[in-house]
């Protein structure tokens, strides 16, 4: 069965470093979606991608974020400057047609835990 | 009132147990209705969708949604110690149909 996939599953940052958290959606999908999971917490959205633009973002996700998707394949969550609290789970999904459309899946990933130290 | 709202359990239930599992929603608005299955240290993996009012069922599973009453169920027939996980109501608006919104999740022990 195809899958999303993150790199890495787990990265240790210092405070105020930059991380860029990696995806590879499925095929054949168009939608792209990055959600996180504070530990124990639920999850919460926070952007989604579609045609080379991001199409819908959570108050979360503010200027220390950005999301690209550099060639055909990767689609990346970059956060800059990084915080105590930015430490969570951050999973990255995947769609053929949005959301809102009846009987459509969404596929997350593993994950990628970040740890902020 | 927060957005959406499930009991945190743990909900502990032997082999064989009907399951009920369920989540409040304060927002008219929303209109779509998910369960999503999440194990520990796993993405979640999305178990039923609805869109309408009433019962929806899939195998052992079976999603019921009131929109008057801004309730949502899931019922888990013969339950397997393999749905042992923490099961996770996310709903969506018409508008706003990128954004899903989670429930904080219940989470249930199937006991052998």
């Known amino acids: 069965e195809p899958e999303v996939t993150q790199t890495p599953s787990h990265q240790v940052t210092q405070m105020g470093q930059e991380v860029i958290l990696r995806c590879v959606p499925i095929?054949?999908?168009?939608?792209f979606y990055w959600y996180r999971q504070i530990l124990g917490q639920k999850v919460e959205f926070l952007v989604s991608f579609y045609n080379n633009e991001i199409s819908e973002k959570s108050e979360i996700f503010d200027d220390q974020f950005s999301v690209e998707r550099p060639d055909g394949s990767n689609f990346t969550l970059k956060i800059r400057s990084t915080k105590l609290e930015d430490s969570a789970m951050y999973f990255c999904a995947s769609s053929e047609v949005g959301q809102g459309l009846s009987g459509n899946t969404i596929y997350f990933g593993e994950g990628s835990w970040l740890t902020v130290v | 009132q927060k957005e959406v709202e499930q009991d945190p359990g743990p909900l502990s239930v032997p082999e064989g147990a009907i399951v009920s599992l369920n989540c409040t929603y304060s927002n008219s608005a929303f209109q779509y209705f998910m369960w999503y299955r999440q194990y520990s240290r796993k993405g979640p993996e999305l178990l039923m969708y609805?869109?309408?009012?009433g019962n929806k069922e899939d195998g052992r599973f079976t999603a019921q949604v009131d929109k008057s009453s801004k309730y949502i169920s899931l019922f888990i027939r013969d339950s397997q110690p393999s749905d042992s996980a923490t099961y996770l109501c996310?709903?969506?608006?018409?508008?706003?149909?990128?954004?899903?919104?989670f429930g904080p999740g219940t989470s249930l022990s199937v006991i052998p």
């Open positions: 095929s054949n999908h168009l939608y």
């Open positions: 996310a709903l969506l608006t018409e508008t706003s149909y990128d954004k899903v919104i």
């Open positions: 609805t869109y309408s009012s």
